[in-house]
Nanobody
Framework: QVQLVESGGGLVQSGGSLRLSCAAS????????MGWFRQAPGKERELVAA????????YYADSVKGRFTISRANAKYTVYLQMNSLKPEDTAVYYC????????????WGQGTQVTVSS
């Protein structure tokens, strides 16, 4: 069992930066691939970035490549999403999730954190 708590969301102007954190409970954190998802009003939830349990494999959605960076610190049971050059279209609730990227299966989810980018 893994419990996830996101933090770091907020209101930022276009072009600004935010760093999201996702703190996990449970010693099994290090065996899970981790993903950051987002869902904007009226849109489907999408995978923004993912990182393997070893941090050797990374995935980024085309819309965030070159602007977002996912990382993890297994010793701290934490995964991060550094978001730079934010755009209004990045506005969404951001969720972290733990699971298996290869299977496309994420079993554990956080409650989400709101990111709002003003133009």
């Amino acid at each position: 069992q893994v419990q996830l708590v996101e933090s770091g969301g907020g209101l930022v102007q276009s072009g600004g930066s935010l760093r999201l954190s996702c703190a996990a409970s449970g010693r099994t954190f290090s065996i899970y691939d981790m993903g950051w998802f987002r869902q904007a009003p009226g849109k489907e939830r999408e995978l923004v970035a993912a990182i393997s349990w070893s941090a050797n494999s990374l995935y980024y959605a085309d819309s965030v490549k070159g602007r977002f960076t996912i990382s993890r610190a297994n010793a701290k049971y934490t995964v991060y999403l550094q978001m730079n050059s934010l755009k209004p279209e990045d506005t969404a609730v951001y969720y972290c999730a733990a699971g298996n990227y290869g299977l496309g299966s994420y079993n554990y989810w956080g409650q989400g954190t709101q990111v709002t980018v003003s133009s």
